[in-house]
């Protein structure tokens, strides 16, 4: 298979990482993962990656507590799972460089975006953590800023679901799903992929979005391939 796609963001969520555990990181669960991103890179295809922390904090579930230190703390959860995908790249055999948009050098680099794409030319992996780095801001948005900034090809969105429906397909058995789909629809009928701010940045730098299930990992070289195996956002 060839590669469609130079260079990419494939966004994670930090639950997909906890596997059958539903909390913290399965290991195992990550690894399975990162397999596909080592055949993308002997592709020669450049992987930036963005994770979320909903694994270890899902922000102010009480309501109670303060919003910006809630996302503070749900940017520190980010670093522990880009920690941990980094260390299951490398015991794959692959160069990785982590990144946070929270100063922290003795864990990390900060972001810099020359740096970045510096990394990426050298056929490194790049994971990115505390999402942009400021409070009311999802990591969704973090992925489109970051794709937009180092200009990825596509995004590519892997979640538990095999792309985007009308309404929950889990609720409702009917529900329709799109092969693709336009960012002025995503924005309008108010669809769950991504927040709005994430889509607008997409939207307004023609990025285009791939959501797709993570249930087959290979899932991630056959998107980057061209294939669609969920819903193409453009």
């Not at 930036?48 to 809630?70: H, L, Y």
């Not at 996302?71 to 946070?100: F, P, S, Y």
């Not at 972001?111 to 801001?137: D, M, Q, S, W």
Request: aromatic share 6%; with cysteine.
């Amino acid at each position: 298979m060839e590669p469609k796609y130079k260079r990419i963001l494939l966004k994670l969520s930090g639950e997909s990482l906890a596997g059958e555990q539903k909390h913290g990181i399965d290991f195992d669960t990550v690894l399975r993962f990162c397999q596909p991103i080592k055949k993308l890179n002997e592709m020669g295809v450049e992987v930036a990656i963005v994770v979320g922390g909903g694994n270890f904090w899902r922000g102010r579930s009480s309501g109670k507590m303060d919003r910006t230190r809630a996302d503070h703390m749900g940017m520190l959860a980010t670093v522990i799972n880009a920690l941990g995908v980094c260390d299951a790249l490398e015991q794959l055999g692959l160069e990785v460089r982590v990144q946070t948009a929270i100063s922290m050098q003795q864990v990390a680099e900060p972001y810099i975006r020359n740096r970045a794409i510096r990394h990426l030319e050298k056929g490194r992996i790049l994971v990115f953590g505390c999402g942009t780095g400021n409070p009311f801001f999802s990591t969704d948005t973090a992925a489109s800023l970051r794709a937009a900034e180092i200009e990825a090809d596509i995004i590519l969105k892997a979640t538990m679901v095999d792309g985007v429906y009308d309404s929950d397909p889990k609720k409702n058995p009917d529900a329709k799903k799109f092969d693709r789909i336009s960012f002025h629809d995503v924005l309008n009928y108010d669809l769950a992929v991504m927040d709005s701010t994430a889509a607008a940045i997409c939207k307004d730098n023609n990025l285009p979005i791939m959501v797709f299930s993570l249930e087959n990992p290979d899932n991630i070289v056959a998107a980057v391939c061209g294939e669609n195996v969920g819903t193409i956002v453009e």
